[in-house]
């Protein structure tokens, strides 16, 4: 895309707002990056750096919009009052991703899905890596995609995309989409309509043509579905745990089998390096990735293998006295949570709650009756929780941080019973984010 001394605003100004900027600059736009809350001091140092200038706590309404281009932080919502005006003056607006897309030469394996697309992005990166690729890890994990592709020249690009960033994308093209699942979440920024939150998912395959291809869950009804309504140049790619594939994966109770090229991958699904169906769907996703880039059967298998976790993501903490202490901060929803329950084998302290984003806690009761001794509900506002498990689970608990959380549970678990933070909520009543609730809560275990 073509600079020419125009001017781009970039409202927001965390790791994707500040990387737009460096690449906007080093392509010739005459740069002004505004962030309505306070920019935190080492992006701050970094804009000034590069001689970028930026507002910090405040947007300047009459300068933002004399912008030619605006690219948006995917926090920011549409009913923003600066989205409002920005929208009114029909100014054009996208997502660092796009931007970055404009500039980008290398081949972009774009994974997306309520859940399952952290671990299966980072699982796909890890197989590449192994495999000696030249290739990047961005989008919403890892370095800002536009900084690298300012600063870097990668080969390959494995990109996690969340809905938000898919609904400010419009010519980028993924060479290799996957989505993993599709469930209710974040409705609250879809009118609470699940099917403008399934259209911003099915974004992920625009732009796709005849040598690209589409990774997804066939056991998937919602995708399934849209499938079927939607028209796709891409060849389809399914993975399944409940039906083989002629061309795809697919996992049984024992086994797991990659079929792609007419190469046929097997190997024990417990020597996964990840365990539960959720785990399996997602090896499934990143080895067909994989073998679709041609890397070599053994090197995929090593990797299904070895592979190490993200933070956040179902860690163990510690075991004191006998109590297991799981993390898994980074489930937000209420499918991140079932699938974390469903893989429980011993009796667990369930410590949930936080913002809700619209959740129905009904889908959980049959997994609760069957694995919970008692809840811990950690957020400001637990009404809706209490309300739904009270006739299910004795002791229900109220804390207000993490420590508090911890030491509840620590009382309320004996010897051989699991404790288990998988909130089911976002995180911004008592934390900054996930990854600070999930901090808290293994400093707390650790102080024990």
């Not at 919502?77 to 009114?88: F, K, L, N, S």
């Not at 998937?220 to 399914?238: G, R, W």
């Amino acid at each position: 895309m073509e600079a020419q001394n125009r001017l781009l605003v970039i409202l927001g100004a965390g790791e994707s707002g500040v990387g737009a900027a460096i690449l906007a600059k080093a392509k010739g736009w005459r740069v002004f990056v505004s962030d309505g809350a306070n920019i935190k001091p080492s992006f701050q140092q970094e804009l000034n750096e590069q001689h970028i200038a930026f507002e910090s706590g405040s947007h300047d309404l009459s300068r933002i919009l004399c912008a030619d281009l605006i690219i948006k932080s995917p926090g920011i919502p549409e009913t923003a009052a600066i989205m409002q005006a920005v929208r009114e003056k029909g100014i054009h607006v996208v997502s660092e991703i796009e931007f970055a897309g404009y500039y980008s030469k290398a081949k972009h394996i774009c994974i997306s899905g309520s859940n399952g697309k952290t671990t299966t992005t980072m699982w796909c990166y890890h197989m590449l890596k192994k495999a000696g690729l030249n290739v990047g890890l961005a989008g919403n994990v890892g370095q800002s995609f536009a900084k690298q592709v300012a600063t870097e020249h990668f080969d390959y690009y494995v990109l996690e995309l969340s809905s938000f960033q898919l609904d400010d994308m419009f010519t980028l093209k993924a060479d290799i989409a996957i989505l993993t699942n599709i469930t209710p979440d974040h409705l609250d920024r879809y009118a609470y309509q699940m099917q403008n939150y399934v259209n911003a998912k099915f974004r992920i395959l625009q732009n796709q043509g005849a040598a690209d291809y589409f990774i997804y869950n066939a056991d998937d009804a919602i995708i399934t579905a849209q499938l079927e309504q939607v028209q796709t140049s891409a060849q389809l790619v399914p993975f399944s745990i409940q039906t083989p594939q002629l061309n795809g994966g697919y996992a049984d109770q024992q086994q797991l089998y990659i079929n792609i090229n007419k190469q046929q991958l097997t190997m024990s699904i417990h020597e996964l390096a990840l365990k539960g169906k959720h785990n399996t769907q997602n090896a499934l996703a990143a080895g067909i990735a994989a073998r679709l880039v041609e890397i070599r059967t053994d090197i995929v298998r090593e990797s299904l293998e070895d592979f190490v976790n993200v933070e956040h993501r179902m860690e163990f903490v510690a075991k004191v006295n006998g109590i297991e202490f799981i993390n898994d901060s980074k489930a937000t929803n209420i499918n991140a949570a079932w699938f974390a329950l469903e893989s429980m084998e011993k009796p667990t302290v369930w410590i949930v709650g936080g913002v809700d984003k619209g959740n129905d806690y009904s889908e959980l009761l049959d997994l609760v009756s069957q694995k919970v001794k008692a809840i811990v509900c950690l957020g400001l506002d637990n009404q809706k929780i209490i309300e739904a498990y009270k006739d299910k689970v004795e002791v229900i608990v109220e804390a207000k941080s993490a420590h508090e959380a911890v030491s509840f549970a620590y009382q309320l678990a004996k010897n051989d019973d699991t404790v288990l933070l998988s909130p089911a909520c976002a995180s911004f009543d008592l934390f900054s984010s996930y990854e600070d609730r999930g901090q808290q809560f293994k400093q707390a275990v650790r102080m024990l």
